[in-house]
């Protein structure tokens, strides 16, 4: 047995089981439906994926390994509701939630209740700012995010005239505040600055707008539906604005939606582990079985197998003990490369990597080689 399968199997052993069960089980919080479950299947397509895994190995003593998934829509009342049930099923550690906007929320019912939570996708700062003892998070931060898209936006088009368009949830609106942070630091000016609500589906007046305003560069802060929706109504209405937005926009759902007012469009997000060494075994097997491990996929992947560190490292069953190895700076291996957590659950070294959507596909890009359009 490999280290890190038995290290699976360790930490599938401490999370929630007990010794009437019949099965081990871990939670997995996220989007499963509504305009976020593409990106909500990437995180059980990764968490299905590291417990297939483990179950190879035979599990343990004839138990098989279960996931219970919860979801919550991305929204935070939901969010709670699927935090309180883990709870009452005695689960003790969980994988997500995706939206910061459900994560914060529910990392509150399971900091009460001795809960260790890892998202392998929830970037708003005050999940770890703001959060207790349990919570980690396995992507970079909104504000290295935005800080790395300000940068780029004044080193690659000085002088164009940026625009921010934002959904009022609280991931997206937190990204866009640091994006505008970033930008007024740097002494840029918007030519306009609005806010959507999620599920809009008519953006003709709000493309008019930016349109009108002259806008150049716009920085899309939102879900790759109302993204989608927003960069056709742009191409319609005339704008030939360059697009720049955060990791929400790195599936293909988005060009499924956008088509091609989605092409030249610039994102940010964490390197594409699928072409991370350390991932190829399980990339050529996913593929295999026609399973796309794109995305935040291969993080959810990861996610599992932090837990599973952590467990062997402590060979303990108490959560807090779990999380304070987690946050406590120790380096361990995985599908995305080793990995490490400062004291508050963020990553100790976040690389923020530029992709493009080219001829339908997304590309891993040098912004160096940027030209303006």
């Known amino acids: 047995m490999t280290k890190t399968r038995s290290a699976l199997v360790l930490a599938a052993l401490i999370f929630g089981a007990s ?4 099965e081990i089980v871990i939670g997995v919080a996220g989007p499963f439906s509504g305009s976020n479950a593409a990106l909500g299947e990437q995180l059980r397509r990764g968490v299905e994926t590291a417990v297939g895994d483990l179950n190879a190995t035979g599990g343990i003593r004839g138990e098989r390994i279960a996931v219970k998934f919860g979801d919550d829509g991305c929204d935070p009342r939901k969010a709670v509701e699927v935090a309180t049930g883990f709870v009452s099923d005695g689960i003790k550690a969980v994988i997500g939630h995706y939206c910061s906007g459900a994560s914060i929320p529910a990392s509150k019912v399971y900091e009460k209740a001795g809960v260790v939570q890892i998202s392998p996708a929830s970037t708003n700062p005050k999940f770890t700012d703001e959060g207790g003892w349990n919570v980690i998070r396995l992507v970079p931060r909104d504000d290295a995010q935005a800080d790395a898209a300000a940068a780029l936006v004044q080193a690659k088009f000085p002088g164009r005239k940026v625009a921010i368009l934002s959904d009022q949830q609280p991931g997206f609106s937190a990204l866009a ?5 970033a930008l007024a630091a740097k002494g840029v000016a918007l030519v306009a600055d609005e806010s959507f609500k999620s599920g809009t589906r008519d953006f003709a007046a709000l493309a008019e707008e930016m349109q009108a305003a002259g806008a150049e ?5 939102g879900s790759y539906v109302e993204s989608g929706l927003i960069a056709q109504a742009l191409r319609a209405a005339g704008s030939r604005a360059q697009l720049v937005s955060g990791d929400a926009l790195v599936t293909d759902d988005f060009w499924n939606q956008a088509k091609q007012a989605g092409e030249g ?4 997000f964490t390197y594409d582990a699928r072409k991370f060494p350390t991932a190829r075994t399980v990339v050529e097997r996913m593929r295999a ?3 796309n491990p794109e995305g935040f996929t291969l993080y959810a992947y990861a996610a599992v197998q932090a837990l599973a560190a952590a467990a062997e490292a402590t060979s303990s069953a108490d959560a807090t003990r779990i999380a304070e190895w987690l946050r406590g700076g120790n380096r361990f291996d ?3 490369g080793p990995v490490s957590f400062d004291a ?14 080219i001829d339908g596909r997304y590309v891993e890009i040098d912004p160096a080689t940027l030209l303006p359009p």
Do not use: C, Q
Not at 19 to 22: E, G, I, L, S
Not at 177 to 181: A, I, L, M, V
Not at 265 to 268: D, K
Not at 344 to 357: H, T
């Open 19 to 22: 010794a009437a069960a019949a």
């Open 334 to 336: 995985t599908v995305v």
């Open 177 to 181: 505040r640091r994006f505008r942070e």
């Open 344 to 357: 508050r659950g963020d990553l100790e070294n976040p690389a923020v990597a530029w992709f493009k959507w």
């Open 217 to 221: 560069v716009i920085y899309l802060s």
């Open 289 to 291: 079985e026609e399973k």
């Open 265 to 268: 469009t610039l994102m940010t």
